[in-house]
């Protein structure tokens, strides 16, 4: 018998050692932190996750091109979750359901970036037909996914649970979590825990450190919004971009031209130094450029206390989601803080008051009464006005620590804005992203919605009954689409500023419905109140313990925990009593 030849047993060595260096370089710890919840692992169970974490370092080419569409998806699904209130460790399980390829198909026909079957993606919202499948646009697929998962979560109460519930869905999780993980923010798992948790766990510890080491190619993707009714070919010659570059990155189209019944965002591939002119592009051709969109509606104000003539009651407000007061004219840091009843160090501290006592306190200003965030619910803020705006201003507007707002834009002091300064508000700008300035239009057809909002009280608070908690905001159709609202149960009237020239086009009211009691009426089923809502139908049966069995009679009573519909308005301001 013939020795084997000892190269080849010595290249195979090499190899195999090679790799299990790779995969020793990613220890699985033995507790891992998983969307705000402590996860304690078994060493059986660290054993399957380091074999999981061997499988994805396996192949370093295709890992690479994962990383590359990693580059390009993070940053839109990473806002998109924070603007849903989803941990941002769920980007991850978007990798590994579709390694954010848009034509992934599983066995059971799940399509696209987040895996959904036809059905539950119409359930969720979601147009798959012959000419759209928005399984394969990342937008809608993304917000779709945070609404299935947001829905269980509201059951499950632990993001771990919900996680498993995107596998097995939400009627046979059961079988698979422990029934002391609901509200837990500390778990621990074993080997008999299912495989997608734990390969869940594989891939944040893989990614988290490759994404850090990784330097992607240059491309980053403009996010184009005006383009409905208009030909791939027109956008491409619009844009002087690619046709093909535009069917490459835009799968979810079949048609060669963008339908015109819902807004749809279309993906525009360019290398970072064409962002910024294809940022003014677009806003000299339509008017105004999708950045601003980002800017309205902060920060959300929401008036607590009574309307009163008695200067001396403290006027409380809800700002951003957080207890607030309002400054009234000759108040100091203490006597604010008298009047609310408040820590002076607290105060100072909360509302990043860098001269303590000595601050002067600008009279009508909402301050914080609570700690303020450490990220914007929206990723950019855009300098309109630099005489007026200035970090501390901008902090406050969306609630955002003003430490947090300086190392997001790399800065280790204020300084002075410019008209145009793009802020980051939610992740820290990548060092190799300069500092971005864009060219503002001379009069912006923009308002800033919630600085000129005024809570009312309801000129009919018994005809609310069945109505309580819906706010209603007076709007145009073309800011329909732009703006972000939070629920609130006041009802909100939308005025403008006496010097403002805006002129209304097709006023409408975004009617926001916080635990809402919906009445049935004749001609309506689950399908029909669902789309009503911007919901989906398995929010209705979840709420109200249904299921498609269940037969609607006329006058039946539906409790609406959250959505939203749009409705025509008569006027400029309305007061929507429903």
Not at 185 to 203: M, N, P
Not at 370 to 389: D, I, S
Not at 471 to 479: G, I, M, P, R
């Amino acid at each position: 018998m013939k020795n084997p030849p000892m190269i080849h047993l010595t290249v195979l060595l090499f190899f195999f050692a090679s790799f299990c260096s790779v995969a020793q370089s990613y220890p699985v710890p033995e507790t891992v932190e998983f969307a705000g919840v402590s996860i304690n692992i078994s060493k059986d169970a660290q054993g399957i996750i380091q074999n999981d974490i061997k499988t994805l370092l396996g192949n370093k080419t295709y890992l690479n091109a994962k990383l590359d569409r990693v580059a390009l998806y993070f940053p839109i699904i990473e806002t998109m979750l924070a603007d849903e209130g989803i941990p941002e460790d769920f980007k991850y399980l978007a990798v590994q359901e579709s390694g954010l390829l848009p034509d992934a198909v599983s066995k059971s026909n799940a399509v696209g970036f987040w895996q959904f079957k036809k059905e539950t993606a119409m359930e969720f919202g979601l147009r798959v037909d012959d000419q759209i499948d928005e399984r394969k646009n990342i937008h809608a697929s993304t917000r779709a996914a945070c609404l299935y998962l947001k829905r269980n979560n509201l059951v499950l109460n632990n993001w771990i649970s919900s996680l498993n519930s995107y596998r097995t869905g939400l009627s046979n999780v059961y079988k698979f979590i422990a029934k002391e993980w609901y509200g837990s923010k500390e778990i621990s798992v074993t080997a008999k825990a299912d495989f997608y948790v734990l390969r869940a766990i594989a891939h944040k510890l893989v990614l988290e450190k490759e994404i850090a080491k990784y330097k992607p190619s240059d491309i980053t993707f403009f996010e184009y919004t005006f383009n409905a009714g208009k030909a791939i070919p027109f956008i491409a010659k619009e844009l002087v971009v690619s046709e093909d570059d535009i069917w490459k990155y835009n799968r979810w189209m079949s048609g060669t031209t963008v339908p015109e019944d819902k807004p749809y965002t279309m993906l525009i591939a360019l290398s970072e130094d064409e962002i910024a002119p294809m940022k003014e592009k677009v806003l000299t051709m339509n008017g105004k450029a999708d950045i601003f969109t980002e800017d309205l509606g902060f920060p959300v104000l929401t008036r607590i206390t009574a309307k009163t003539k008695n200067k001396n009651v403290p006027i409380f407000y809800n700002i951003n989601n957080k207890a607030g007061i309002q400054a009234q004219v000759g108040d100091d840091v203490e006597s604010i803080c008298v009047r609310a009843d408040f820590d002076v160090e607290d105060f100072i501290k909360f509302n990043d008051l860098a001269d303590g006592l000595d601050t002067k306190i600008v009279p009508n200003e909402i301050y914080y009464l609570e700690k303020k965030g450490k990220k914007a619910p929206v990723p950019f803020h855009t300098v309109t006005n630099a005489t007026e705006q200035n970090l501390w201003k901008v902090s406050q507007m969306y609630g955002i620590c003003l430490a947090k707002l300086l190392k997001y834009n790399r800065l280790d002091a204020p300084q002075r804005l410019v008209d145009g300064r793009v802020l980051w508000l939610s992740k820290t700008r990548p060092s190799n992203s300069p500092v971005e300035v864009i060219t503002l239009p001379s009069k912006p057809n923009i308002r800033e919605i919630a600085k000129n909002t005024e809570v009312v009280a309801s000129k009919n608070v018994s005809s609310q009954k069945e109505g309580e908690g819906v706010k209603v905001v007076d709007l145009t159709l073309t800011e329909v689409n732009d703006l972000k609202t939070t629920p609130a149960k006041e009802e909100v009237v939308v005025q403008t500023t006496e010097n403002e020239e805006f002129k209304p086009n097709i006023p409408v009211q975004i009617h926001q419905v916080t635990n809402y009691t919906h009445t049935v009426t004749s001609g309506e089923n689950f399908y029909s109140i669902a789309r009503k809502y911007n919901i989906s139908v398995s929010d209705v049966w979840a709420w109200n313990k249904m299921n498609k069995d269940v037969k609607l009679g006329i006058g039946k009573k539906l409790i609406i925990k959250f959505g939203h519909y749009y409705e025509p308005s008569s006027g400029t301001l309305a007061h929507g009593n429903k």
